[in-house]
């Protein structure tokens, strides 16, 4: 399967815990992006890498949450002492310019966090 | 930002057609996407549709684009019970930045057997 994957798929934490999420883009694809979606909700943009570097992060992303793209290669998302208001699911998309669906972005299947 | 609005609920019989329909408000919306969500699932990719077209075909999927109203549907012939989940239209704005998509609430199909 060449498609994004995320690990873990579930996450269950204690409300001050700190999380980490991972994700593998499609192998090609320079462009990774995080969003998150609440219940009831579309999906929001959190932050957007070109390979490596952090080009942009939303309103959304407070202080506790900080993300990475070490090698321009997977990325990680941590949430520090994480809150009831952080329960979500966190989806990491990523996209390539070269194809010829420019900009075309496929999801991973999600990383559901329920914070007690 | 742009806002994206959709009606959140369409029931429709198995065999009908479906029409999801979706406004947006950035007349700068270059690709316009429609993505579906299954229940616990991540967004899968259905089609989607650039500005300069006005519809695009694609096997069971039709999309229509209205850009002077600044309005997209989404027709699914022959609706099977295996379509029902909800459908996200997602505009990518020219002004956006380095392509981040847009959602609005979704709307839910259900098809009944």
């Known amino acids: 399967d060449t498609g994004v994957s995320q690990d873990p798929r579930h996450k269950i934490t204690k409300r001050g815990q700190n999380v980490t999420f991972r994700c593998d883009p499609i192998s090609e694809h320079n462009r990774l992006y995080w969003y998150r979606q609440t219940l009831g909700q579309g999906p929001e943009f959190l932050t957007y890498?070109?390979?490596?570097?952090?080009?942009?992060k939303s309103r959304l992303l407070s202080d506790r949450f900080s993300a990475e793209r070490p090698k321009g290669s997977f990325s990680t998302l941590e949430i520090q002492r994480t809150e009831q208001g952080d329960s979500a699911m966190y989806l990491c998309?990523?996209?390539?310019?070269?194809?010829?669906?420019?900009?075309?972005?496929?999801f991973g299947p999600g990383t559901r966090l329920l914070v007690l | 930002g742009e806002d994206v609005e959709q009606s959140l609920f369409l029931s429709v019989r198995e065999g009908d057609s479906s029409v999801i329909n979706c406004t947006y408000t950035?007349?700068?919306?270059?690709?316009l996407y429609w993505y579906k969500q299954e229940p616990g699932a991540g967004l899968q990719l259905l089609t989607y549709?650039?500005?300069?077209?006005d519809m695009k075909q694609d096997q069971r999927l039709t999309v229509l684009l209205n850009k002077k109203d600044k309005h997209l549907s989404l027709r699914i012939a022959d609706t099977q019970t295996g379509d029902s989940a909800i459908y996200f239209c997602a505009p990518r704005t020219r002004g956006s930045t380095l392509g981040r998509l847009y959602f609005g609430r979704g709307t839910q199909l259900t098809v009944w057997p």
């Open positions: 950035d007349s700068s919306s270059t690709y």
């Open positions: 549709i650039f500005s300069n077209m």
């Open positions: 890498f070109q390979n490596e570097a952090q080009l942009e």
């Open positions: 998309a990523s996209s390539s310019r070269t194809a010829r669906e420019e900009e075309t972005q496929y």
